[in-house]
């Protein structure tokens, strides 16, 4: 069965930087476009990012363009979050996600539980 | 980038009763690339609806979507009582998406 595990969050103080990644398993991974989206504490949901299912194309929200960079290793079926200049507003557990079908840009079929990214001093 | 618009904040009904959400994009949504989510507390979204109007594998009748361009809805006929969540349309595609604000349907 298709699993999303999520690692690398915790607390973190303004202006540094974290890296998430996500550990995907069940399906090929290499087939499909998979995204990050965020959920501050009591808030909606906010896409994040996206990557094609080569590591081609990256797109981004404008809220955190220029500071976070999403990668892939299709060989190690891994999704990296790298999220430099951490805000207090980018406080939230952040979920990593999968496309609901291979190669094309679908809705998201599949989510992991989520990591929490606390940003204080 | 596309935003969503979603109304009402709160929908306050009784189980049985039928739901009407709207979800207003500030530009037309291209295919009609509109999904609709599901989330109760604690857990992970589930999608409910893609395409603006194909439900999602094993997603009740009772839950259906209408629209296109940048005025889409959510129905739900009859409430059951695990339908009281919140719901989110999401703009999709292969580059920039988008999530509305949300919708909470509460028990009445």
């Known amino acids: 069965q298709v699993q999303l595990v999520e690692s690398g969050g915790g607390v973190v103080q303004p202006g540094r930087s974290l890296r998430l990644a996500c550990a995907a398993s069940g399906f090929t991974f290499s087939n499909y476009f998979m995204h990050w989206v965020r959920q501050a504490p009591g808030k909606g949901l906010e896409w994040v990012a996206v990557i094609s299912y080569d590591g081609s194309n990256e797109y981004y929200a404008d809220s955190v363009k220029g500071r976070f960079t999403i990668s892939r290793d299709n060989s190690r079926n891994t999704l990296f979050l790298q999220m430099n200049s951490l805000r207090a507003q980018d406080a939230a557990i952040y979920y990593c996600?999968?496309?609901?079908?291979?190669?094309?840009?679908?809705?998201?079929?599949?989510w992991g539980q989520g990591t929490l990214v606390t940003v204080s001093s | 980038e596309i935003v969503l618009t979603q109304s009402p904040g709160t929908l306050s009904l009784s189980p049985g009763e039928r739901a009407t959400l709207s979800c207003r994009a500030s530009q037309s949504v291209s295919s009609s690339y509109l999904a609709w989510y599901q989330q109760k507390p604690g857990q992970a979204p589930r999608l409910l609806i893609y395409g603006a109007s194909s439900r999602a594998t094993g997603i009740p009748d009772r839950f259906s979507g209408s629209g296109s361009g940048t005025d889409f809805t959510l129905t739900i006929t009859r409430l059951e009582p695990e339908d009281f969540a919140v719901y989110y349309c999401?703009?999709?595609?292969?580059?920039?998406?988008?999530f509305g604000q949300g919708t909470k349907v509460e028990i009445k």
């Open positions: 996600a999968r496309d609901s079908a291979p190669l094309a840009g679908t809705p998201i079929g599949y």
């Open positions: 999401q703009q999709y595609g292969r580059s920039l998406q988008t």
